[in-house]
């Protein structure tokens, strides 16, 4: 009986609102009724996206070894605490503060004054939330390709450090709408990046990048010869949870950065679905005929190639656009992940490939495949395929550019400051040993289990 009354009441309740609606429009209240759809609907965008830090965790984890999870786990919690309050201290004055010759917003601190924000009527709590998980992704992505060797203290360092200025910075030049990648045009072609290949996942990638580079590949990644050897993860179920929970929460990441409840959402959901599809289908076809078998974290993160390559251009591109970009981004993760091992950069999960290389994909992308007939409003042109002419294309890789030198310089100045004073990377034997039991004192499945640290 409580759970019929309790469907009754919840069927009721929806009927009443429902009615409501028309009866709100009719008194002048249809914008007020838009106004809290807005809302609503961008803090469930944002929910979504908080749950991406669980996938990040899942993938990371299941890619690299046993004795390392619970350090995989830590590295991903500390992101979002750290990350939520140094976002909330310094981060989004500087992203969206008041303007400050283009660079840095310079007040609103403490989520105190004024802020620049899209769409009409979302409040500032609405907005904040919504970014701060975004900030989040940006510098989790970086844990993956730093894993099985960083101090967690230097890592607590570089996760306050991204969160509060470098990637702050990146936001502010683009999505503050007076900043130095909003104000840039070529004839009537902008820069565009719907919802962040480029000023969330190439952020996160390029740090990544720098981190592998100044840490140096794990103990044994190589041979006497350079060559790399396979160091494979422990869980694929890990992997494949992490893909899919990843994937939801996209749905959050692309339709929820149209900052409305309108009819682009269902566009943007459409596209990141065929994108990620596509991604995953090109990157296991190509991995299975390079190897002979299907690599399945390497389709995996062929899907998420195909979501952060449709990113940028979720908004704007069509869905047969979507479909090809997603395919050739997992084209790209496979061939650019091989390279990354030949030049010795060490990256367990392919966090450089996935998020660097084909975030500047994406971005690209845009200036081959948007249709500016019907886009969202701020794209000013259509691509090379669509009659656009090369002016979108070449502006979009001048933001890459610019985008690349800011983060591969602050924190290349962070991790090599870091490196000369508090140290960067753990001791051999603690390598060997397992982070979890040197940097947390307790292995990530505990002194009972059959499963191996090794």
């Given at each position: 009986?409580?759970?019929?009354?309790?469907?009754?009441?919840?069927?009721?309740?929806?009927?009443?609102?429902?009615?409501?609606?028309?009866?709100?429009?009719?008194?002048?209240?249809?914008?007020?009724?838009?106004?809290?759809?807005?809302?609503?609907?961008?803090?469930?965008?944002?929910?979504?996206?908080?749950?991406?830090?669980?996938?990040?965790?899942?993938?990371?984890?299941?890619?690299?070894?046993?004795?390392?999870?619970?350090?995989?786990?830590?590295?991903?919690?500390?992101?979002?605490?750290?990350?939520?309050?140094?976002?909330?201290a310094f981060g989004y004055g500087?992203?969206?503060?008041?303007?400050?010759?283009?660079?840095?917003?310079?007040?609103?601190?403490?989520?105190?004054?004024?802020?620049?924000?899209?769409?009409?009527?979302?409040?500032?709590?609405?907005?904040?939330?919504?970014?701060?998980?975004?900030?989040?992704?940006?510098?989790?992505?970086?844990?993956?390709?730093?894993?099985?060797?960083?101090?967690?203290?230097?890592?607590?360092?570089?996760?306050?450090?991204?969160?509060?200025?470098?990637?702050?910075?990146?936001?502010?030049?683009?999505?503050?709408?007076?900043?130095?990648?909003?104000?840039?045009?070529?004839?009537?072609?902008?820069?565009?990046?719907?919802?962040?290949?480029?000023?969330?996942?190439?952020?996160?990638?390029?740090?990544?990048?720098?981190?592998?580079?100044?840490?140096?590949?794990?103990?044994?990644?190589?041979?006497?010869?350079?060559?790399?050897?396979?160091?494979?993860?422990?869980?694929?179920?890990?992997?494949?949870?992490?893909?899919?929970?990843?994937?939801?929460?996209?749905?959050?990441?692309?339709?929820?950065?149209?900052?409305?409840?309108?009819?682009?959402?269902?566009?943007?959901?459409?596209?990141?679905?065929?994108?990620?599809?596509?991604?995953?289908?090109?990157?296991?076809?190509?991995?299975?005929?390079?190897?002979?078998?299907?690599?399945?974290?390497?389709?995996?993160?062929?899907?998420?190639?195909?979501?952060?390559?449709?990113?940028?251009?979720?908004?704007?591109?069509?869905?047969?656009?979507?479909?090809?970009?997603?395919?050739?981004?997992?084209?790209?993760?496979?061939?650019?992940?091989?390279?990354?091992?030949?030049?010795?950069?060490?990256?367990?999960?392919?966090?450089?490939?996935?998020?660097?290389?084909?975030?500047?994909?994406?971005?690209?992308?845009?200036?081959?495949?948007?249709?500016?007939?019907?886009?969202?409003?701020?794209?000013?042109?259509?691509?090379?395929?669509?009659g656009g002419g090369i002016d979108?294309?070449?502006?979009?890789?001048?933001?890459?550019?610019?985008?690349f030198v800011w983060v591969t310089?602050?924190?290349?100045?962070?991790?090599?400051?870091?490196?000369?004073?508090?140290?960067?990377?753990?001791?051999?034997?603690?390598?060997?040993?397992?982070?979890?039991?040197?940097?947390?004192?307790?292995?990530?499945?505990?002194?009972?289990?059959?499963?191996?640290?090794?």
């Amino acid at each position: 009986m409580k759970r019929k009354f309790g469907i009754g009441a919840l069927i009721a309740a929806v009927t009443v609102l429902i009615g409501a609606v028309p009866a709100a429009a009719q008194d002048g209240g249809a914008e007020a009724v838009q106004v809290v759809l807005d809302n609503l609907w961008v803090f469930i965008a944002g929910i979504l996206v908080f749950l991406m830090q669980a996938g990040f965790g899942m993938v990371e984890a299941g890619m690299t070894r046993a004795k390392n999870v619970g350090n995989i786990m830590a590295k991903n919690l500390a992101d979002m605490c750290i990350g939520a309050l140094a976002f909330f201290a310094f981060g989004y004055g500087i992203a969206f503060g008041t303007d400050g010759a283009s660079l840095i917003g310079t007040d609103g601190f403490f989520l105190s004054g004024t802020f620049t924000t899209f769409g009409d009527g979302l409040s500032t709590p609405t907005f904040f939330f919504f970014q701060v998980v975004f900030a989040a992704t940006a510098v989790t992505i970086a844990s993956g390709a730093m894993a099985e060797r960083t101090k967690f203290t230097a890592y607590l360092v570089f996760s306050f450090f991204m969160t509060a200025l470098i990637y702050p910075v990146v936001v502010h030049s683009f999505w503050h709408g007076d900043g130095l990648l909003s104000d840039l045009k070529i004839g009537d072609a902008r820069f565009g990046d719907f919802a962040g290949s480029t000023i969330v996942h190439s952020t996160g990638g390029w740090a990544a990048l720098m981190g592998a580079i100044f840490l140096g590949p794990r103990i044994g990644k190589y041979d006497e010869n350079g060559n790399p050897r396979a160091m494979p993860g422990h869980n694929i179920a890990f992997v494949v949870l992490g893909v899919f929970i990843l994937w939801f929460g996209w749905f959050g990441f692309n339709p929820g950065s149209e900052l409305a409840a309108d009819d682009f959402v269902m566009r943007a959901a459409v596209t990141t679905l065929l994108a990620a599809a596509a991604g995953g289908v090109t990157a296991g076809t190509v991995i299975w005929r390079k190897a002979g078998k299907l690599d399945v974290a390497m389709t995996g993160n062929g899907v998420l190639a195909g979501l952060v390559g449709i990113t940028a251009g979720t908004g704007t591109m069509n869905p047969l656009g979507a479909v090809v970009t997603g395919a050739i981004a997992g084209v790209i993760v496979v061939y650019s992940v091989l390279f990354f091992d030949r030049v010795r950069i060490d990256d367990p999960v392919g966090a450089i490939s996935v998020h660097g290389v084909c975030g500047v994909w994406g971005t690209l992308a845009v200036g081959l495949f948007s249709r500016y007939d019907d886009a969202f409003v701020g794209q000013d042109n259509a691509g090379l395929f669509y009659g656009g002419g090369i002016d979108q294309l070449v502006v979009q890789l001048i933001g890459v550019v610019l985008v690349f030198v800011w983060v591969t310089v602050t924190t290349g100045i962070l991790f090599a400051v870091m490196k000369k004073t508090m140290g960067l990377r753990v001791s051999r034997e603690e390598e060997i040993g397992g982070l979890d039991l040197h940097e947390h004192g307790v292995p990530g499945y505990g002194p009972d289990t059959s499963v191996s640290v090794g």
